[in-house]
């Protein structure tokens, strides 16, 4: 007998899924899918009883349990298990969504290149999308390809957008050296958040390195400036807002080694160096929106 969900029902489905990957297995809260999919913590624990009692979630008790998706779950969805699945980024007018991934791309006019049009299966809160929005999705884990488009309809029951494809390309082989920005732009791990808000906007950047006594020690972004400015804080020393985490790569690492580092690692900003001596950095954002359609004809 097949199950029939409600949307609620999918939407929590979905939330549960994606935050289990984000979380690499660790049980999810209830309070958490709550937040994702913005609705009352007391109406998903009583949808949860009712996934759990259809085989498709189960409880993890004690303080740090919560609920996990069952393989019943993914198979219900049709969406691939964690250990099988390789996260592909998709960024949305120009803002890499980190909670979200492209699970599946179906070109459903290919054979007609003026009309191409693509449906993209998500995971995550596929809500954050609307029509018009312009998406970059890839790269894609096999052949390395970029799609591009706009946002034509959304399909809340499946998960999935429909886009109008602009370009599919193959992503470059080009090195990192090659596309790097230098000189680095840096902020000073004692000067206040202000001054460092000051310094992104004034540049155009999402983020840049940290250094203190000429070391390169952590990372600062608008995320940092936003949070600091929510609580208060923001003549509070840049080094007690940022990310204490720096990736460094030499400067021949390809353009794809570049984009797996990033994932692998969590970062969105990699600082390029020369047989170990910094001497530029490179975005994910640079990569995904301006790098990739210029060097492929």
Do not use: W
Not at 2 to 14: A, F, G, N, P, R
Not at 105 to 110: K, P, R, Y
């Amino acid at each position: 007998m097949s199950l029939e969900l409600t949307q609620i029902q999918k939407d929590i489905l979905y939330a549960l899924i994606t935050l289990y990957k984000k979380k690499a297995g660790a049980s999810v809260k209830g309070e958490e899918i709550a937040e994702l999919i913005n609705r009352n913590p007391g109406t998903v624990r009583n949808q949860m009883q009712a996934l759990r009692a259809l085989g498709l979630v189960e409880g993890v008790p004690g303080p740090k349990g919560g609920y996990r998706p069952t393989a019943k779950a993914y198979e219900m969805l049709a969406i691939t298990k964690p250990e099988e699945s390789v996260r592909v980024p998709i960024m949305v007018n120009d803002e890499v969504f980190d909670d979200l991934s492209v699970e599946e791309i179906d070109l459903t006019s290919i054979s007609h290149p003026d009309v191409c049009q693509a449906r993209i299966r998500i995971i995550g809160d596929i809500k954050r999308i609307s029509p018009g929005d312009r998406v970059v999705i890839g790269p894609t884990p096999v052949n390395e390809l970029m799609v591009y488009g706009k946002v034509t309809g959304r399909d809340d029951t499946e998960n999935t957008i429909v886009i109008d494809v602009d370009k599919i390309v193959a992503l470059p082989k080009d090195r990192v050296e090659e596309h790097m920005s230098s000189p680095i732009i840096t902020v000073d791990a004692d000067a206040r958040v202000k001054d460092g808000a000051k310094i992104l906007a004034e540049r155009g950047i999402y983020c840049t390195p940290v250094v203190e006594s000429g070391d390169f020690v952590g990372i600062f972004t608008l995320d940092h400036v936003a949070e600091a400015l929510a609580k208060g804080k923001l003549d509070a020393k840049i080094k007690d807002v940022m990310r204490p985490k720096i990736v460094m790569v030499e400067k021949d690492t390809s353009i794809k080694e570049a984009l797996r580092l990033m994932k692998d690692e969590k970062v969105r900003i990699l600082v390029i160096t020369d047989n170990g001596q910094p001497v530029g950095v490179i975005t994910d954002q640079k990569i995904l929106t301006k790098l990739a359609p210029e060097q492929v004809v």
